[in-house]
C-alpha cells in the first residue's frame, strides 16, 4: 500500500498542510514512515459542509441502500484483513489473532447494523389513528419514529485500532440511522486509519452513496476535534477514550450556542467481588481467570478488572500467593503509544509510594512501550480512605482489596462511582445472601456479570456498554450493541399528513413489514382504515 | 383548605424559615393569601437524602404496586377538581375550563404511565441466549432492561399549572420508572402546588409507597433550584419553562463534577407554513383558526404559532386584513404573572420600534397582567435580516411574513432554528411541490403538522413534544407522551446470571407477559430452554 498520509474529505484528498507525524512501533519505539500530515480549521469547515450537503441525500435513501453501504464496508474490511491486521500490528504492537478477531468484529459490526436497519423496527414506529368522534374534543391521525441527527463528529481510541475507530461501532451506527461521518482518527494508528478509510470511500463509491457521508481528517494534537466539536454543522459526537479527553468534548458540546448530545465512553475500573462460597468451591483457579483478563490486550481494555474485593477467609492467601506468581512470572507487554506507557509507569509509581497499597511486579523493561504487569494490595479500610486508587491505570495492573467485615466491603461498592462493568463471583447461596449488592451494583454499572470477567464483549442486541458517570456521559445510551444506534437519532411525529407524504416506516401499508405500535399494540400487519 | 404554605418533605411540613411570597391574582394585580415559605438549603439536602432513601425501595417495587400510587394520585386529582380549579383560576386567571381539562389531563397522564409500566414493553426487554458451543468464542446469555436513574428534579412550568408542575408528566412519568422526584414548584401557583402536593402525599401514604419518593419545595428566587441541580443525589432534571430558565439548568447539570441529564422544553415560535393551494381554497377561513391558537390560553403556550409564512397572492391582503380585524376587535387577556405581561409589552415595544415591522393590537388595558393581543407583520427581506423576529413573544402575538419568491420562503425555513413544531397548510398539489419544505422542516422540528394548527397537545404513545436546541435541551426525548418514560430510564445488562437472581422482566418464565426482544425476534412468549 502507497500510503498518501492525508486527510480523505468526501473521498477528496486534502493537501498537505498541517503539522506532519509519523506512528510510532511500540515494539521497537522507532517512528514508522511515511509522514502523515494534519488536517487544518478549513478542512474542518470543508469536511462539515460537505457531510451536511450529503446528509441531505442520504437520510432520505431506503434502509436497503444505507446497508448496502455498510455491507460494502464490512466486505472491503474483510478482503483486506492481512493488509489492515499487518499495518495495525505495526502501530499498535497488538498481537495479530487480536487484529484478526477485531477486523471481524468489525465488519461483522457493519453486517449487524445493516441487518438492524432492514429489519426495521428500530425506529420505533408509533401510529394512534385519528378519533374525529372522540368527545370533548377529536384525536388526530399521530404517527412517529426515529430520524438521523445530521453529521456525527466520531473519535477513533487508540485502544481498538478498528472497532472503535474509522469504521467502528459508532461510525457504522452512525451510518445505519442516516447520518454523515466525519472521524478524527487516531493519532497512534495513522496507516491503519488511512487503510480502513479508503475502505470507506470505496464502498461510497460503489454503492452511489454521497460522498460527503463519510471523511477522516488526522490531527497529532487536539485543534482538529476541538474544532469538530464546535462546527455548528456537527450535531452530535461519539468518542472511546480516556475520562480527560471524553470530559473536555463533553464540557465543548455544552458549551456551544446550540448544546449537542455528546456520548463519551471513558472507561472505567471495573470492580470484580469474590464471594465467601465462590471463593471456597474456585480457589486459586481464580486466579488464573483474573491475570488472563486484567492483561489481556496488555491491560488496555475499557473493561479490565481493575479493583478485586477478596474476603480474608483460609482461600485468600493462596489465591493471592498465586496472582503474584502469575504476575511475577509474566512476560512483559508493549503499550499502545510511549504516552501510555509512560501514564502507566507513572500511576504505579505513585501508588508505590504511598503506604498501605503494596505492588508486585516483574523487573521493568527498558523498551521506551515495553512493561510488565503489576498486581496492587490493599486492606479495605485503607481502600476507603482512598478514593483515588480506584481511578483506572490503563495498562495491566489491577488492585486487590482484602477485607474482614462484610460491612466494610458494602461501604466500598455504596462509594463507588459509575462503571461500565461489575463482576460478581458466588454461588446461588452467596447469591441469595448478596442480594443487596447485586442491588447496589445494579445503580453503578451498565453491565453485572456473574461469574465471569469483564472483558470480551459480546455485540449483540442485549449488550449495554455504557454506564453512569464517569463510565459514560450519558447512562441512558451503549456504545456496543444493536441499541447504539439510538444515540443518533430523535424521534419526530407527523400530524394529519396524508399516505403519500409519510415516510415509508409510517404508511398504512406498512411496505417495510416492520413491527409499530399502532393504537397501543406492538404488531408486524399493515394497517387498514 | 387551608394552606400551610410550606414545603413538604417525604410527607412532613418545612419550617418557614425562607423568604415569604404570596401568589398574586392576575385578574386582579393584587396578593393572594396566605403566605408561602422558600425552602432552605438544608431543605433540599434533607428531600434529596429521603428522596435517596426510598428510590432504593422503590426501584424494587412491582410496577404494579408503582401503578397503583399513580392512580391514587389521578383519583385524588378527579377528587378535588373543583378545589384545584378555583385555586389555580385565582393564581393564574386561565379560564375554568381550561383548568378543568387540564385537571382532567393531568389525571389522565397519571393513569397513562401506571398503563405504560403495567404493560412493561417500556423496559425493552432483550435477552440473548447463551451459546456455549460457538466458535470461536461462546456466547454468553447476556439480558438487558431499562431501570430507574435515582432522584429526578422536577420544575413546574407557570403555564400549566397542573399538567406540566406538581404532579404534571414530568413527576408521573418518573415516579412510573421507578425514581424519586423533588419539585420545585412554580411560585406565581403556590397554592395549587400545595393542593396536589397534598393529594400525592396522602396517596403515598395510602399505598404505603415509602415516603421520601416524593417532596415538593418552594422557592421564590433560584437557588433552591440551583442547588436541586446540584446535589449530588439528584440524578436527572426535568424543566418546562423558558429558554434562559432551562439554559441556566443545563449549565448547571452539565458543570457538575458528574453531569446528568437535564431535559429542558424550553418553547419555540412554531412556525406556519401557508402554501399557494391551501391560501386559495382556504382563504380567509384560516385566519379565524390562527388567531385562536395564538390567542389560546393567551398565547401562553409552547406551542403557540408565532411566526407564520404566507405568499402573495389574491388571497393574501384579505386574510391578513381579517387577522388584524380580530385582532383589532379582541377582548384583552390577563396573563400568568406582572413579570410575563411586562416582558410581552416590552418584547412588542421593542419590535414597534424597529423598522420593517407593523404591528397592529387593540388599546392596551391598564391591569398589572392585562394585555391586548398583537399581530406583527412583515416582508420576507426583512425577516431574513432580522434574525431576533424569530424568538418567542410569550403571549397572544404572532408574526406574519409576507414572501414573493419560494426561494426566500425556502433560505427561511432553512435558517430556522429547532422548533418543538412546524405546520403545514396546503393541497395535495402543495405537498407535491414543496416536498423540501417538509424535508426541511422534518430536521427543525419535534412534530410536523398537516392543515392543522400547533395548540393542542394530545398525551398518547406517537405524541412527540421536544425538538432540536432550543426547542428542547435533547431532541432525542419527549416532554409529553407515553415515550417521555424514556427520559428518566438507563439500559442495564445482566450476563450469566441464573433466573432467580434476575428482575421479573428478564426471567425465562415472563412472569409479567411483557413483550421482549429474543434472540432478535420481539415476541410476549416465556422463553423456554
Known amino acids: 500500500m502507497d500510503f498518501r498520509g492525508v486527510s480523505l474529505i468526501a473521498g477528496r484528498e486534502a493537501a498537505r498542510a498541517g503539522a506532519e507525524f509519523r506512528a510510532i512501533n511500540p515494539a521497537s519505539g522507532s517512528a514508522i514512515d511515511p509522514p502523515f500530515f494534519s488536517a487544518t480549521q478549513a478542512d474542518v469547515d470543508k469536511a462539515a459542509r460537505a457531510a451536511q450537503e450529503a446528509f441531505l441525500l442520504w437520510r432520505k435513501r431506503s434502509p436497503h441502500d444505507r446497508a448496502g453501504l455498510l455491507r460494502a464496508i464490512a466486505d472491503g474490511l474483510d478482503a483486506a484483513l492481512p493488509e489492515l491486521v499487518a499495518r495495525a500490528h505495526q502501530e499498535t504492537a497488538l498481537p495479530e489473532a487480536r487484529l484478526q478477531g477485531e477486523t471481524k468484529r468489525t465488519s461483522g459490526q457493519c453486517r449487524m447494523f445493516a441487518d438492524v436497519i432492514e429489519e426495521g423496527s428500530w425506529v420505533g414506529a408509533r401510529i394512534d389513528t385519528a378519533l374525529p368522534d372522540r368527545k370533548p374534543l377529536p384525536r388526530p391521525d399521530l404517527r412517529s419514529m426515529l430520524?438521523?441527527?445530521?453529521?456525527?463528529?466520531?473519535?477513533?481510541?487508540?485502544?481498538?485500532?478498528?472497532?472503535?475507530?474509522?469504521?467502528?461501532?459508532?461510525?457504522?451506527?452512525?451510518?445505519?440511522?442516516?447520518?454523515?461521518?466525519?472521524?478524527?482518527?487516531?493519532?497512534?494508528?495513522?496507516?491503519?486509519?488511512?487503510?480502513?478509510?479508503?475502505?470507506?470511500?470505496?464502498?461510497?463509491?460503489?454503492?452511489?452513496?454521497?460522498?460527503?457521508?463519510?471523511?477522516?481528517?488526522?490531527?497529532?494534537?487536539?485543534?482538529?476535534?476541538?474544532?469538530?466539536?464546535?462546527?455548528?454543522?456537527?450535531?452530535?459526537?461519539?468518542?472511546?477514550?480516556?475520562?480527560?479527553?471524553?470530559?473536555?468534548?463533553?464540557?465543548?458540546?455544552?458549551?456551544?450556542?446550540?448544546?449537542?448530545?455528546?456520548?463519551?465512553?471513558?472507561?472505567?475500573?471495573?470492580?470484580?467481588?469474590?464471594?465467601?462460597?465462590a471463593l471456597r468451591r474456585n480457589g486459586i483457579q481464580i486466579a488464573t481467570g483474573l491475570f488472563g483478563s486484567f492483561t489481556l490486550g496488555a491491560g488496555q481494555f475499557c473493561t479490565k478488572p481493575g479493583m478485586v474485593f477478596l474476603p480474608e477467609q483460609q482461600e485468600t492467601a493462596p489465591l493471592i500467593a498465586e496472582l503474584r506468581r502469575l504476575t511475577g512470572d509474566s512476560a512483559t507487554f508493549n503499550l499502545l503509544t510511549p504516552g501510555i506507557a509512560a501514564n502507566y509507569t507513572r500511576s504505579l509509581q505513585t501508588r508505590r509510594e504511598e503506604s498501605g497499597l503494596s505492588m508486585h511486579q516483574a523487573k521493568s523493561s527498558s523498551g521506551t512501550c515495553t512493561v510488565s504487569p503489576a498486581l496492587l494490595e490493599t486492606e479495605i479500610g485503607a481502600f476507603l480512605d482512598h478514593q483515588e486508587w480506584s481511578q483506572e491505570v490503563f495498562g495491566p495492573a489491577s488492585l486487590v482489596i482484602r477485607y474482614r467485615q462484610r460491612d466494610a466491603m458494602m461501604r466500598a461498592a455504596e462509594e463507588l462511582e459509575g462503571h461500565l462493568t461489575a463482576s460478581v463471583w458466588g454461588t446461588d447461596a452467596d447469591l441469595a445472601e448478596y442480594a443487596d449488592l447485586i442491588a447496589i451494583l445494579e445503580r453503578k454499572a451498565g453491565r453485572l456479570i456473574f461469574n465471569g470477567f469483564p472483558t470480551g464483549l459480546e455485540v449483540s442486541d442485549g449488550m449495554i456498554h455504557g454506564g453512569p458517570y464517569p463510565a459514560c456521559s450519558d447512562s441512558r445510551f451503549t456504545a456496543v450493541g444493536s441499541r447504539a444506534i439510538l444515540r443518533f437519532a430523535r424521534p419526530v411525529c407527523y400530524q394529519g399528513f396524508p399516505e403519500a407524504s409519510l415516510p415509508a416506516e409510517l404508511r398504512n401499508a406498512n411496505p417495510l413489514g416492520i413491527l409499530r405500535m399502532i393504537n397501543g399494540s406492538t404488531i408486524r400487519d399493515p394497517l387498514t382504515a
Chains 1, 2 share one sequence.
Not at 469504521?167 to 452512525?174: F, I, L, M, Q, V
Not at 466525519?182 to 475502505?199: D, F, M, N, Q
Not at 463509491?205 to 454521497?210: H, K, L
Open 147 to 277: 430520524q438521523p441527527l445530521g453529521t456525527i463528529a466520531v473519535f477513533g481510541a487508540s485502544n481498538f485500532p478498528l472497532a472503535f475507530s474509522v469504521a467502528g461501532g459508532d461510525t457504522a451506527s452512525a451510518l445505519a440511522a442516516g447520518n454523515s461521518v466525519i472521524v478524527k482518527a487516531h493519532p497512534a494508528h495513522p496507516g491503519t486509519g488511512e487503510l480502513v478509510a479508503r475502505i470507506i470511500v470505496e464502498a461510497v463509491r460503489s454503492t452511489g452513496a454521497p460522498e460527503g457521508v463519510f471523511s477522516m481528517l488526522y490531527d497529532e494534537g487536539f485543534a482538529v476535534g476541538q474544532a469538530l466539536v464546535r462546527h455548528p454543522l456537527v450535531q452530535a459526537v461519539g468518542f472511546t477514550g480516556s475520562r480527560n479527553g471524553g470530559r473536555a468534548l463533553m464540557d465543548l458540546a455544552a458549551q456551544r450556542p446550540d448544546p449537542i448530545p455528546c456520548f463519551a465512553e471513558m472507561g472505567s475500573t471495573n470492580p470484580v467481588f469474590i464471594l465467601p462460597g
